[in-house]
């Protein structure tokens, strides 16, 4: 039998890692309801961003927060690049051609990993003096509750560009319907580069704020990658609220599951939501057919 305040202890702590959760299914969210392109190397620019943070952490003593926002530079242009040079050319060639090339980027940025950094598994410092917080009891490590005011920044800013600019009222247009966006005078191309850029940048910063909590290897790529899908289904394709929530639901399940069942069910935990609501509720909580918020 648990203990109460162990599991009041381990839902605090999966809210907490919900946000991180939420963070980086969100850029996988914008991208496919905006572009309708399955980004399967988006956990690996999560590892490609962790790996920034976790490099400037080592060889120049900088703390992962300012890692986060280098990672997310780094990887916004990256995105930008990506989508300019490459996906422009294979977007209208068929379904699989952008799932192809995007799949090989994940092996390619696996391999670079591992030749680059090698194997072994490393992680940063918060680098922030602070004290464990305590909360109805349960104790709540310092970097976590960081990560998480972080990762609800990040959401609300992302939000907030999409709901009052006018890039992100065009993205939105884009999104409901890319014709009459054009007729409207949208370059819904910029628009696609862009979407990418952030959706790319996003992923960055989550992996750089998960360096501060897990240690980060370069095969990390594909676990994240499913976490991110488990998040978007859960709570709807483009839904930025949606995205939240199911982050949220997401990292308290793993930790409670964690708990009682131990660290190697994590992963099949997530697998698990993923497809039970893959079959419940496809649309996910938040989701509808017609895009983004």
Do not use: C
Request: charged content about 10%.
């Amino acid at each position: 039998m648990v203990a109460t305040d162990l599991l009041v202890e381990s839902v605090l702590n999966g809210l907490l890692l919900g946000g991180i959760y939420a963070v980086a299914a969100l850029g996988l969210s914008l991208v496919f309801g905006i572009m309708d392109i399955v980004n399967l190397a988006h956990g690996h620019m999560l590892m490609v961003g962790a790996y920034v943070a976790i490099v400037l952490f080592t060889a120049l003593g900088l703390t992962p927060i300012v890692g986060m926002v280098v990672a997310f530079a780094v990887l916004f242009v990256l995105g930008m690049a990506l989508q300019r040079v490459v996906l422009e050319r294979v977007v209208g060639e068929g379904m699989e051609q952008p799932i192809i090339v995007l799949f090989g980027l994940a092996l390619i940025l696996e391999s670079l990993g591992r030749i680059v950094v090698g194997s072994d598994a490393q992680a940063t410092e918060i680098g922030i003096p602070g004290d464990a917080i305590s909360i109805a009891g349960a104790t709540l490590s310092f970097p976590r509750v960081v990560t998480f005011v972080l990762s609800i920044a990040l959401i609300l800013g992302t939000w907030a560009f999409l709901k009052y600019t006018t890039t992100g009222l065009a993205i939105r247009a884009t999104a409901q319907n890319s014709s009459a966006a054009q007729y409207m005078g949208v370059d819904t191309d910029n628009i696609y580069v862009l979407t990418l850029g952030i959706g790319t940048g996003l992923a960055g910063a989550a992996g750089a704020l998960l360096s501060m909590l897990f240690p980060i290897t370069p095969y990390v790529g594909w676990s994240y990658l499913l976490k991110a899908f488990a998040v978007v289904v859960l709570g709807g394709v483009g839904s930025v609220a949606g995205t939240l929530v199911g982050g949220l639901i997401l990292g308290v399940s793993e930790n409670v599951g964690v708990l009682y069942l131990g660290g190697g069910f994590r992963d099949i935990i997530s697998f698990g939501i993923f497809v039970l609501v893959l079959l419940v509720r496809p649309h996910g909580l938040f989701g509808s057919s017609g895009g983004g918020e």
